[in-house]
């Protein structure tokens, strides 16, 4: 079979850095398309940057992921999240090229008390879950095949993300103050980078019709951030690493200028009925995640 040309957006993104890492043992190759040659905010970029490279795939990675900071940048994270993408999908379509846009568990309110699905309404309680939700919209009206994969809670020995963050904070303070009351499917980026390959494989394979529309894709179980904190503790203790204690607390009492859905739980059975793809188990890929931080020192 001829090897498969995947153009992520984003350079240093922690899917788009996985993707590339993951795809080295496989029969795709991963080029990775970001600033300055496509900057989001600047829509012109976007054909020229994608004209550029003979893709058989466009992954959507790039985003404006500043949670707390799209309160204030809101027209950036629209642009960014919401439009871009869309022109993205637009020119992948014309070019007859399958695209897969990454989304968020943030679309959703977290009211509800059982796992999220596909088929339930969107209701984002900040501005980078509306964003993104805009984005979702956008590609799906530009891209009839388009495929849209919902994660959450993406952790990596790459970039900011929660592990890094407590990790940092061991090592220099005994103990962490981490919210209690969230709860959601912490995932690997690398087993999103493992899921996206096999979804791109599948659509290469064609029966596009059956094989696009909106999918969740996050690791098996789910946890609440202090347990997560906890877990990435214990791991960090077997390896010989910083530790410290969790204080559980309220989000009542963690103030951030976005609210958080209380529930970013994601049911991924259509995924795994549709494209054959299930995610590990949070717990299971998190100390090699561990181990590699600790590799990189402080
Ligand atoms: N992180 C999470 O917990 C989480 C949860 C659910 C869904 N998601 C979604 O999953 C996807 C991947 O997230 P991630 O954690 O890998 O993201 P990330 O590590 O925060 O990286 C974001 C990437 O977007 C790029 N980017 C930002 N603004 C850009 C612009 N104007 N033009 C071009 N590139 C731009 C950055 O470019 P540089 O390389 O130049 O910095 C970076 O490569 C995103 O779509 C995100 O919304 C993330």
């Known amino acids: 079979?001829?090897?498969?040309?995947?153009?992520?957006?984003?350079?240093?993104?922690?899917?788009?850095?996985?993707?590339?890492?993951?795809?080295?043992?496989?029969?795709?190759?991963?080029?990775?398309?970001?600033?300055?040659?496509?900057?989001?905010?600047?829509?012109?970029?976007?054909?020229?940057?994608?004209?550029?490279?003979?893709?058989?795939?466009?992954?959507?990675?790039?985003?404006?992921?500043?949670?707390?900071?799209?309160?204030?940048?809101?027209?950036?994270?629209?642009?960014?999240n919401g439009r871009a993408p869309g022109l993205l999908a637009a020119h992948a379509y014309a070019r007859g090229i399958p695209l897969i846009q990454l989304s968020t568990d943030y679309v959703f309110d977290g009211s509800k008390s059982t796992p999220y699905t596909e088929d339930d309404p969107i209701a984002p309680i900040n501005a980078y879950g509306r964003s993104k939700a805009a984005g979702e919209r956008a590609v799906a009206a530009a891209h009839p095949h388009h495929v849209i994969l919902r994660t959450s809670w993406i952790y990596s020995p790459f970039n900011r993300n929660f592990v890094r963050t407590m990790l940092a904070l061991a090592r220099k303070q005994d103990e962490v103050r981490v919210v209690a009351d969230q709860i959601g499917n912490p995932t690997a980026a690398a087993d999103i980078a493992d899921g996206i390959l096999e979804v791109a494989r599948n659509l290469i394979e064609g029966r596009n019709e059956e094989r696009a529309g909106i999918f969740h894709m996050a690791a098996a179980g789910t946890t609440s951030w202090a347990e997560f904190a906890s877990a990435i503790f214990s791991a960090s203790a077997e390896r010989g690493g910083p530790t410290a204690r969790v204080a559980p607390i309220a989000s009542a009492e963690y103030q951030t200028p976005a609210r958080r859905p209380a529930n970013s739980r994601l049911d991924c059975a259509r995924l795994s009925r549709v494209h054959g793809v299930s995610l590990l188990h949070w717990h299971s890929s998190l100390g090699p995640c561990v181990g590699r931080i600790l590799e990189q020192g402080t």
């Open 1 to 80: 079979m001829a090897r498969i040309r995947i153009a992520v957006t984003g350079t240093d993104g922690q899917v788009a850095r996985s993707l590339v890492e993951r795809s080295a043992m496989t029969a795709c190759d991963v080029i990775c398309i970001g600033r300055p040659m496509l900057d989001l905010s600047r829509p012109t970029t976007i054909e020229s940057a994608l004209a550029s490279i003979a893709a058989d795939v466009v992954v959507s990675a790039a985003a404006y992921t500043d949670v707390n900071k799209a309160e204030t940048e809101g027209a950036l994270a629209d642009l960014v």
